[in-house]
């Protein structure tokens, strides 16, 4: 906490024990599942642990404990269950008010709305309105993209976080005068704390979150998320990231945008094991790197893309000590995993939807890969792997059956098929859209849309979306591994691939590539190498090879190939997403 003198922090003394959960009103032997509950214990087992690192807009080194954390979040806590709001907006980037954010507005018995701030303004007018928002948090920066939604809903507040070092004076903003509101609220109606909130759902299966999906080609949707499901979830991540097997505790880079399937429910795990929470404004590469060697992170999560800029950034070098990163978000390759094992980020591979709440399956590191050639063991690293602790196994199932028939392909490695799953941490369904919650669980399964291979040892293998499959002259031809294949060459540093119309075999791929810098690649010389040095079988190779300054990506670093597809049908080039 800053030097400053705060109100918050004055008012924050006349409580004594503010810190301890709520007691169970349930079965001695049973209470109902909820994230919520990990802050309070937190702060209650370790109350000056600490709880956020976070250089702030104004440029000050933010640290808090976890007593301060929960006491901040069971202000905001008291103020939404003073309002009576029950759908909170938040439009933050990864701050400690988006985190204060997620355990008070639960706390409260509301539901938060995450939003991606990277979005159009009318898709996020259009999410805060299908989400039912009564109020929106946002972060200053991003303030001006509630223009449009403003005007159409002038009657909603609007709670602006100016992410500062400071709890009073004009440095502060309407986010800490809500913290501060709702801790006097507390106080002059009993101040029972935590005891006075919902630390312990009053029921499990209620809504904690809308997560919605990125919307890139449709309308978002707003994926239902429970408190059980959080709970079981986190507790997975716990586990499978290991979250618990550090160099006394966790130091979490929050690299991963919270607002993406609520930050995989991390938010939650590392609060879990008392972890601290490195909150980070926007990516950058230097700070990341500057994070790693002076802070001493110990884990965090990003996309292969995120890995990939990452371990060929300037400032990249072997660490002395071990760092766990789980990657998720679009098939890894195994050369990423090769050149991040190399400078000490040990891959920790996961696969999973926003529709499973983040990760459920995790490709496990076998302690015989230790015994076979390295080529081969990074291939079998970058399998997505075995269902989650948490969840029941993935399985692989035939596409050409009738709808909602649900029969497995065999487990040889070559029987192509969609991945499917069910268990505890799928979630709910769709918000206000019965016919795609219908869809999304056909036949008693929740579909991923993803085509795969089941191999004999029960591991699953994403070979592509299904329509990202190339069909070229009779011949699949999956997008990934040729990518896969293209990031083998040493001077590419990324690869997307599409299909493009043929007249004698249909379709075929064309390949978008990015170069390492100070290198100098023209598409010509890697179609070469892909035909004479590559392994690339003949079918695969692409005809065309196009050389860009940058791949378009999603928020959470998935290259997207609609507008690869848009780039193939005319010479725009416009990557923002």
Request: hydrophobic share 40%; glycine share 8%.
């Amino acid at each position: 906490m800053s030097g400053v003198t705060s109100r918050l922090s004055g008012l924050l003394g006349h409580f004594s024990g503010s810190t301890a959960p709520a007691p169970f009103e349930h079965r001695f032997n049973h209470h109902t599942l909820s994230p919520t509950f990990f802050l309070p214990r937190a702060a209650a087992i370790e109350p000056d642990a600490e709880a956020v690192y976070h250089v702030t807009a104004n440029n000050k080194i933010l640290r808090r404990t976890y007593s301060e954390t929960a006491d901040r979040a069971r202000g905001l806590a008291y103020f939404v269950k003073k309002k009576g709001f029950r759908r909170v907006g938040i439009l933050c980037p990864n701050t400690p008010a988006f985190l204060e954010s997620i355990f008070g507005i639960a706390a409260a018995g509301a539901a938060n709305v995450g939003v991606n701030y990277r979005l159009k303004q009318e898709d996020i007018t259009y999410i805060f309105e299908h989400g039912d928002a009564d109020a929106i948090i946002v972060d200053q920066e991003f303030a001006h993209l509630l223009d449009t939604y403003r005007s159409q809903h002038p009657s909603v507040p609007i709670i602006v976080d100016t992410d500062t070092d400071v709890t009073e004076g004009e440095l502060t903003g309407p986010f800490d005068d809500a913290v501060l509101e709702g801790l006097k609220h507390d106080l002059e109606t009993g101040a029972r704390g935590w005891a006075g909130l919902e630390a312990q759902a009053a029921d499990e299966d209620s809504l904690i979150a809308l997560a919605y999906t990125s919307g890139t080609t449709a309308r978002p949707k707003g994926v239902e998320y429970t408190h059980r499901g959080c709970y079981l979830a986190a507790l997975a991540n716990v586990i499978e990231s290991g979250l618990n097997f550090h160099r006394g505790r966790a130091k979490y880079l929050w690299t991963l945008p919270m607002f993406h399937a609520m930050g995989w429910t991390f938010p939650w795990a590392v609060t879990a094991v008392r972890g601290t929470h490195y909150c980070l404004r926007k990516i950058d590469y230097p700070e990341i790197w500057r994070l790693l060697k002076e802070e001493h992170i110990s884990h965090f999560n990003a996309a292969p893309t995120v890995n990939t800029l990452l371990c060929n950034a300037k400032e990249a070098e072997r660490l002395p000590e071990p760092v766990r990163v789980t990657v998720a978000a679009s098939p890894p390759t195994p050369h990423l995993f090769e050149q991040m094992t190399d400078l000490n980020l040990h891959p920790v591979h996961v696969y999973g939807l926003t529709e499973t709440y983040g990760p459920i399956t995790k490709g496990y590191y076998l302690p015989e890969w230790d015994h076979i050639p390295l080529k081969e063991k990074y291939q079998k690293m970058a399998r997505q792997g075995h269902g989650f602790i948490t969840s029941l196994p993935a399985r692989v199932i035939k596409t050409a059956v009738p709808e909602g028939m649900i029969t497995d392909v065999q487990q040889d490695g070559k029987e192509i098929g969609e991945i499917v799953f069910f268990g505890n941490i799928c979630a709910k369904g769709y918000y206000k859209d019965p016919d795609a919650t219908r869809k999304l669980f056909a036949g008693g399964v929740l579909h991923s849309g993803d085509l795969a291979v089941w191999h004999p040892d029960g591991a699953i293998q994403i070979l592509d979306r299904s329509k990202d499959i190339i069909i070229s002259g009779g011949e699949n031809i999956s997008s990934v591994a040729l990518e896969s294949m293209l990031a083998t060459h040493p001077d590419i540093l990324e690869a997307g691939v599409v299909s493009v119309p043929d007249s004698h075999w249909g379709e075929r791929p064309k390949a978008f590539i990015t170069v390492k810098e100070g290198k100098n690649l023209e598409g010509a010389d890697v179609i070469n190498w892909a035909r004479n040095a590559s392994g690339i079988s003949k079918f695969m190779i692409p005809r065309e090879v196009e050389v860009v300054a940058e791949l378009p990506k999603t928020s959470t670093g998935k290259i997207r190939k609609n507008v690869l597809r848009d780039w193939v049908k005319g010479p725009e080039r416009n990557t923002g997403n």
